[in-house]
């Protein structure tokens, strides 16, 4: 079984450019997760999707930066006219549905490195 | 302060030590805890999950104490291998999905 599959594992992009960065969960997974680690420092949180829905986009800067799951496909993080701080390794988790009440640990892909010149 | 304060180390310890580390979180609602492993520019990977009863993974003891807010981690009889980033982790409730809180991290160096 595959896992969480992201793509492309590196990216440079200029300022001002578009980064498009894509999670293939794992087959039968329904939730999307994507955090970021900027150098030296921990992982964040930043959007929570369903398929077709976002359910919690908290950590989200609120420009610039969109996500979304779509019905069929991976799910995309876009980030739109790039600057140097958007400069990281973005990472994407995947789960099946929710059994309520229950909280399991997340997998992780291995990550899209983006760097921005 | 921080949702989860861990020491970032690094912690250098000759191979064959125990070497333990501490976690603290600040929210009393946290319901679930984890221990990931991070190596030098790769994903987190789940090490062990924590229990209010404690659990052990071979050379790897978890530990929880909810009155404190603290959690634990010990590794026995070191190795080269163990070498990496400890990364301290809590869900809050049940009702959010499974958002992870990361701690920043604990860096280990085992040496000869």
């Known amino acids: 079984n595959a896992g969480v599959m992201q793509n492309p594992r590196h990216l440079v992009r200029r300022r001002g450019q578009e980064a498009r960065l894509r999670c293939s969960p794992v087959?039968?997974?329904?939730?999307v997760y994507w955090y970021r680690q900027l150098p030296e420092e921990g992982l964040k949180f930043m959007v929570y999707?369903?398929?077709?829905?976002?359910?919690?986009e908290s950590g989200m800067p609120k420009e610039r930066f969109s996500a979304e799951f779509p019905k069929e496909g991976p799910s995309i993080l876009r980030i739109q006219q790039v600057v140097r701080g958007d400069s990281a390794a973005y990472f994407c988790?995947?789960?099946?549905?929710?059994?309520?009440?229950?909280?399991?640990?997340?997998?992780f892909g291995n990550g899209t490195r983006l760097t921005v010149t | 302060r921080k949702e989860v304060e861990q020491d970032p180390g690094p912690f250098n310890v000759p191979e064959g030590a125990t070497v333990a580390f501490n976690c603290t979180y600040s929210?009393?609602?946290?319901?679930?805890f984890f221990w990931y492993r991070q190596d030098c520019r790769k994903e987190p990977k789940l090490l062990m999950s924590?229990?209010?009863s404690g659990n052990e993974d071979g050379r790897f003891t978890a530990q929880l104490n909810r009155a404190s807010q603290y959690i634990s981690l010990l590794i026995r009889d070191s190795k080269l291998s163990d070498s990496a980033t400890y990364l301290c982790?809590?869900?809050?409730?049940?009702?959010?999905?499974?958002?992870?809180?990361f701690g920043t991290g604990t860096q280990l160096k085992v040496e000869l």
């Open positions: 988790a995947s789960s099946p549905p929710r059994r309520q009440g229950y909280n399991s640990p997340l997998h």
């Open positions: 982790v809590v869900i809050v409730g049940t009702g959010g999905g499974n958002k992870l809180t």
């Open positions: 929210n009393s609602a946290s319901q679930s």
């Open positions: 087959k039968g997974h329904s939730h």
């Open positions: 924590v229990y209010s």
């Open positions: 999707l369903q398929k077709e829905n976002i359910i919690d």
